[in-house]
């Protein structure tokens, strides 16, 4: 549907914004973060560099000291060297091997210590605050004025978030925590390594060329995170927000073609300690495919405002903000935002008649985490197209050439959209629940009624043992295109073969599975939407959990051969990502190719996730695994869970211990026996 990337950074006056607060604004920071420079050059020996698990030998060369303005922050050396970096994490150990393996060419051993690689190199660039830096010592040397802008100019190419960003929110938001980042070049690879200070943890990153053939798309540099180890928190434990997204109220103005206007309104409340800066995600450049045509789109942050009415400092890049408060807000208490952003951010997948603001943050969030919202929109949109939005419908009506939707989420949910488009719309409130069929361009009066039927179905069968169905609305929506749905609250995106299984030759090669396809959707509004998932490394509840769920559907109605297939179907597909990638790191397992990389996922998610529930199922009997479904969304309705919590609390339920199981099959690359 939509392709991100991110370009070079390019400070222009348009990325920043408003009159910070301070002796000194966050664009300010970023800028002097963005600009360094570089001191006079020395002729250097047997310095080391080190942060964590990671460090950097500098045998012999030249060293300068780099500055942000007037402040040296950091070292950049060229001569040679050799890195080492040790996974002292054994919960990654096997999965950090197999990527270091599949998509780097670094020395691998086992020590005492952990799994350790090793690699010489021949440039660092070293950064640090919060750390201290070793002294440059030593005869005056050539100047390194060019290898340093080269160096730059290479690592700008990455994508993922600004350095810049992390050094100027810790400025602001947290001057005593250590940020550290290294580059290193010259060696079998590029490699970087940082320790950020939001929810700190240390990655060890390798930089890879693109897998397209577009021209555009290669000219980035992509990140694969070999190592993630986290600093000071348990990695079976939930990830702890800065900030929580409390409250969203959104007003958009669509125009008949590709531009927006948005206006966001955001209740969020800074955790533990006061904040004087937040940082999210908000989409800044798009890229979008049309024929074999690259276009370019961008959402632009306007301006930033309190609920006094000051206008406050930000940045808007590589698809982040970071906003600088007028004062440090209190802890645990509320806070209001709103930001003004417009773009031709709607995007026409294909030129279809319709627009998709989708699970991608296209308005500003904190990470995954803090996203626990209750969620108000109205939406305008001109005529013929129809709006369609998440929670209980407050009004749709017609001024002028404008049709608008009102919607309203009471519960806190996260993935939030909105989509537009030239649909005939049917519903009918079938058990409480508004079942909203919309087809796309054409009535399909007969599909309208198969659907609202399967659904109906569906959710009778999942009430029985989940519980109450979470959202007041449902809207099924198809997508023109082919093979895939997706379940954000209170909606379904669904490919055309759901709509026309049987009519077109293409249709059919998409159509076996729909039911099950179907069934696992609407499981999402019990597994993600109401029990949602902390973090990626949790996404199991939410896919494995729904897979679990639908293929349950289809044994009630269907048969038994069908349930007994797709356990086959799951164990097959399983086999050969289980000797070494876990479960929980599944989006962190790599390989050479898309294709690969993309059945290693769901191979993890969507095959040995349901797998392993079907062991438990077995092992706890009927009875005791649906009432033990139904407890997990009695107990984390409407919160985040995890593995943790969940095997706690099965332990509770019947006074035996399921961490050694959870140790085997899920944190650990066993496949359980069928």
Known sequence: MRAILVGVVCLAAARMGGAAAGPEGVASIVERFEQLSIGDAKQVSGLTLSSGHFECRLSAGRAAPVLAGDEVIGVYYDGGGTMSYVSADPLEASTFSYNVRKVSS????????????TDGFARVLWLAQGRPLPPIEGAAAAPLTESFSRQREKFRRANGPSPAQE??????????????RAELEGGSGDVVYQLDSEDPAETLT???????????????????????????????????????????????????????????????????RPASAVRMELERTVYTTFGNNLTTRTEQLRRVTDEKGRELGFVHDRDQIVV?????????????????????FLVHPGGDSY??????????????????????????????????????????AAEGDVNVLETRVEKPVCFAVILAGAYEVDEEVKNGVTLRVATYALKNPRAVKQLTNLAANIIQYYEAFLGPFPMPELNIIEINDFG????????MFITKEAFNPLIEEENQLYSQGVNERFAHEIAHQYWGIAVKMPSFEEQWLTESFAEYSA??????????????????HWRARATFVTSEVTIPLANRGYASDATTRYFLRTGLLYDKGPAVLRALHKELGDETFFTFLKSCQKSFAWKFASTKKMAGLLQYMTKKDYMPFFDRYYWGIEMPKD
């Not at 807000?329 to 003004?340: G, V």
């Not at 293929?551 to 086959?568: G, I």
Request: charged fraction near 25%; charge should be neutral; hydrophobic fraction near 40%.
């Open 551 to 568: 293929a349950l559907f289809l044994k009630a109605y269907k048969n038994e051969a069908t349930f007994n297939a797709l356990v086959k």
């Open 324 to 344: 600088q408060l007028a004062e440090p807000a209190p802890p645990d208490a509320p806070i209001k935002l709103k930001f003004e952003i417009d773009g031709d």
């Open 167 to 180: 050094f100027a929110l810790r400025a602001l938001d947290s001057p005593s925590a250590p940020v550290v």
């Open 106 to 117: 670094l020395k691998l051993d086992k020590t005492d210590q952990g799994v350790r690689v």
């Open 206 to 272: 390798v930089l890879r060329k693109s897998w397209s053939d577009d021209p555009e798309m290669r000219k980035h540099l992509y990140p694969e995170d070999l190592s993630v180890q986290l600093v000071g928190r348990d990695p079976k434990d939930a990830p702890l927000p800065r900030v929580v997204l409390a409250d969203v109220d959104v007003d958009l103005k669509a125009s008949d073609a590709d531009r927006g206007a948005l206006t966001v309104v955001e209740t969020l409340i800074p955790l533990g």
């Open 484 to 491: 895939f749905g997706q379940s954000p609250p209170g909606t």
């Open 355 to 396: 627009w998709e603001l989708g699970t991608e943050p296209w308005f500003p969030q904190p990470q995954l985490a803090g996203q626990f919202y209750t969620f108000h929109c109205v939406v305008r949109v001109k005529k013929p197209f129809l709006a369609f939005a998440p929670g209980k419908t407050v009004r749709r």
